[in-house]
């Protein structure tokens, strides 16, 4: 494996790895602008040596408010999550956070295009999920997972390629189509 | 004015509290759905101390690659950057950054509604300015700022008000209704 800026390969990306080559893939050819949010910090300390930059002494993590990612595509607001699991035959939903539930479910009331990106790292598998039914799963009661077959009937499958890596916009583009025939 | 959460007097709150506390209203009654976008920070080093939570001790600002706010209303996808300034009769246009006009464009080109919101502040005038505008007076030859008066000119102008602190979705209505009328 040798890499720089770019990946040679895609063995051993991790999924938000693959995202982040496909959005930097989609701007490049003004396909669509979507980037990963940065990790939310509280900053309490900073100190500013002579002649050097900015050194942050003391932050903390605090929890987001939204999902991973989001962006516009020909005039459509996206939003989604990005998730890895090493199980083959089901997604736990406890890997969704509250918050993300609750911010997808808001941006879907705005008619926002939302899903999620789920990857079976062990199959090597990838996902293009609804948000309206991740959500409903994560709030039906004692319901704990979603099997890999109730995602396989309820998703779009993408394959991880080259250029983009992982082409997920193949699959926004029928639940785009998928909208305006409801 | 009695507020639980937020700030009493709208007196001496920055032009970003102000978005923020609107973007808290206009979440909360279901309006829209518009995040600030946290500052992209380098990670170098972080303590992970017995019973209690992880602390960074060293990381480093990173350059942002978009403007400060981003999100969806009524189907559109929205972005745009806020700036003050405390001059009288012009914004000086080294108050944006390369990356930040060129994200706007990018935006612009996938049909989001692009804006910047400015504020002069020793005038507590607020003005709502097409993305295209801005883009084009950034990157024409020798002009270092844009007067009030071409402001006052290619932008609507708001109040700022109570709930929400600064009603920018009233302006942006009317962006919408431009589009619609090109
Ligand atoms: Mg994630
Ligand atoms: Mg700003």
């Given at each position: 494996?040798?890499r ?7 063995r051993?990306?991790t999924?938000?790895q693959k ?16 980037h990963k949010?940065?990790?939310p910090?509280?900053i ?9 930059k ?14 991973d990612y989001?962006?516009v595509?020909?005039?459509y607001?996206?939003d ?9 035959t089901n997604?736990?939903l ?6 993300q539930i609750?911010?997808?479910?808001e ?5 926002g295009?939302c899903?999620t990106?789920i990857r079976?790292?062990?199959?090597e598998r990838?996902f293009v999920?609804p948000?309206?039914f ?10 704990s997972s979603?099997?890999l ?7 779009y499958e993408?394959k991880?390629?080259f ?6 916009l193949?699959a ?6 998928d909208?305006?025939?409801?």
């Open positions: 494996k040798h720089k800026g770019v990946n040679f390969s895609d051993g990306m999924l938000e995202i982040n080559e496909s959005n930097k893939y989609y701007l490049m050819e003004e396909i669509a602008v979507v949010k940065p990790t910090i509280q309490v300390k900073v100190d500013y040596p002579k002649r050097s900015a050194v942050i002494r003391e932050a903390y993590f605090r929890q987001a408010s939204t999902t989001n962006g595509y020909k005039g607001y996206l989604f999550e990005a998730k890895e699991t090493r199980n083959k997604f736990p406890k890997n969704f956070h509250d918050h609750f911010h997808l479910d941006c879907l009331k705005q008619q295009i899903f990106i079976f790292a062990s199959l990838y999920t948000a309206s991740v959500i409903h799963a994560y709030r039906e009661k004692d319901k979603m099997t077959k109730e995602i396989e009937s309820h998703s993408i991880s390629g250029r983009p890596t992982l082409p997920y193949e926004v583009d029928k639940l785009i189509a909208r305006k025939s409801e």
